[in-house]
Every structure is written in C-alpha cells, then in structure tokens.
C-alpha cells in the first residue's frame, strides 16, 4: 500500500495557508484530528516521515517566494504527536536542540511496564523505540544509555539531555519566527511553543497555552482488579528546555494578545 498519498491528501485539507507580501500563515499543523485518523491504519514511523514531507513542501515554497515573516498557528491545537514539533523546530531555526525538545528525561522503570510492553527484544531496545531514541547513538549519549542498562527495577533514571546540532537542511527559515498560542494548545502544542520560547527561536503571541510545557508520558496501561476499570498511569516525566518544572503554569507568550469574537468570525489573527 502507497501511505504517502492518503497521508498527504488528509495534511492538504488540514492545513490552511495563507500569505502575503512579506508574511507566511501555516494554521492547525500537526493538529491531532488528521493525525488520529490517519495512524490508526499507518505504523508511527510512516505518519511522521509523511508529515515531514508535506513540512518540507511548504518550507521550499517560503523559500522560494522569499517570506522575511513565518506565523505558525497552534491556537485550539489540542496536540498530537511529539515528532511533529521537532520536525518543524528543525526547519526554523540553526541553534542546537535537543531531540526530546527537554532538558531532562526522568524515567521510572519497572518489572510491570517491561511486561506491559510483550515485546521480545531486550528492554533497552523497547524504551529507545518508545522515547524516539535511536538518533541518539552517539558519544555525547553514552552515559544516557549507561543509566538505562544500570538504573534497577522499581527506580527513576533522571537523565540531562544533551544539545545537538540541527541536521543540514536546505530549506531552513531565516526569517522572524512567530507562533500563537491560546488557552487551547494543549500537550504537544504546548511542548512545542515551550521549546521556541526556551531557545529563543522565535516570538509568543496570543495567551497562556492551557497545559504546561513540563509534563508526563509514556503511559502504563492496566485494569483494577475489582472494578475491572481500565487506568493508565505515567512513566516518564520530561523537564522543558529552560530547566523550569512549575506544572501550574502554561507557556506565557512574549505579547498576550486576546482574541476577540469578531476576530474570530473574520477568520482575523491580531498581532
């Protein structure tokens, strides 16, 4: 089965362009309706490389037409898949970066989430796959995968990620970045605002995500043996790249702008 081109068919329709002059919009990229729809037919590794195709199509049409402004939207966003903000983090900016967008990786590893996971292959080879990792084999990552080998059953890895360069991309943006956020980015699309923000690879506007950049993952599914609910419970926690832990608050935006109903009728963003 060809996966490019149902991929690509749901990111067009999903993705709404717009530009002038000097400025180019790219609106609900990444948002978690087409991607849910999508990957439950495609492995994860083809949903992301799908998606970075159409990224990678938009990014040589900003370079071509000679955009000096980029607005990436991510208002009422409620998140997807954590790859996709790296993805585009790769196409805006040259500063180094780690590959998680954190700063430091906490992970609990237990007896129950190894069997959770029903996978043959060694339980190091299971997390790599699950954190996106396998990028990772290199010197400067030595002693990441050394803690995962020694950290015993039933204790935390904390693991400070290191910064990497970003990858030689033809098509990278040179121009002012801007990404607007609401009350309504959530999860991914708060990671992802937290991460132009903490790099200084762009600017905030808008208001105050609603989930905050620091947050939980890798979740452990598992029943209650009376009431037979299903619970899930997370394994890993990972620090925003600025280091700040505080879950109380979302990503403050460097301008707080608030939108207005008739903006929001008029399809209007204000900055």
Known sequence: MDFSEPM???AKINCQE?????????????????LNNISNELPVDVVVSEFKIKVEEQFKKIQEKGYENLIIDVRNNGGGNDENGRTVIDFITDK???EALASTFMMKRSKRYEKYQKCKAPWIFRWMVNLRTISWFNKKNKKLFKGLLNTPRGEN???????NEPTDNPYRFKGNVYALSNQYSYSATTVFPGAVKDYQIGTIVGTETGDCP????????????????????STTFMIRPNGN??????????????????????????Y
Request: glycine share 6%; proline share 4%.
């Open 8 to 10: 690509i068919k749901a």
């Open 96 to 98: 180094p970066y780690s």
């Open 18 to 34: 717009y530009s002038n002059q000097t400025t180019y919009v790219v609106q609900d990229i990444g948002d978690i309706n087409w």
């Open 214 to 233: 620091a947050g939980f993952g890798q979740n452990l599914y598992f029943e209650l043996q009376n009431s037979r609910l299903r619970c899930h419970s």
């Open 245 to 270: 832990t505080d879950m109380t608050r979302g990503v403050i935006p460097d301008y707080h702008v608030e939108q207005t109903i008739e903006d929001a009728e008029k399809k209007k963003i204000r």
């Open 157 to 163: 890895l904390v693991a400070h990620l290191p910064l």
